[in-house]
Nanobody, 128 residues
């Protein structure tokens, strides 16, 4: 059984930095493409960032490009989201997600339907 557990969310002022972590248990971690999504109250869940199974390919939503960095540590079975220059509009519950892929798969997975496994989320609140 695959489980994802996010941590690191908290309240902070605009302009600050925060690193979210997501530990994945079950399955073969190195085979997962991993993503971060977020959902603000009253809004749909939206894509934030994703990283390939090798870690060599990343992709970001325009709204966070240049401010957020996604990375992974296969030994620790953990994916990270480093968030810098935070804005009030970054306030949301942040979710990590996983999808098993094959090595030759170069599909740019960015839709919620693309991912099979999800965590419960961690809240980030940025005050202006």
């Amino acid at each position: 059984q695959v489980q994802l557990v996010e941590s690191g969310g908290r309240s902070l002022p605009a302009g600050g930095s925060l690193r979210l972590s997501c530990v994945v248990s079950g399955g073969t971690f190195s085979r997962y493409a991993l993503g971060w999504f977020r959902q603000a109250p009253g809004k749909e869940r939206e894509f934030v960032a994703r990283i390939s199974r090798s870690g060599g390919d990343t992709y970001y939503a325009d709204s966070v490009k240049g401010r957020f960095i996604v990375s992974r540590d296969n030994d620790k079975r953990t994916v990270y989201l480093q968030m810098n220059s935070l804005k009030s509009e970054d306030t949301a519950a942040y979710y990590c997600a996983a999808r098993p892929t094959i090595l030759s798969d170069i599909t740019n997975y960015i839709r919620t339907d693309d991912f099979h496994f999800w965590g419960q989320g961690t809240q980030v609140t940025v005050s202006s």
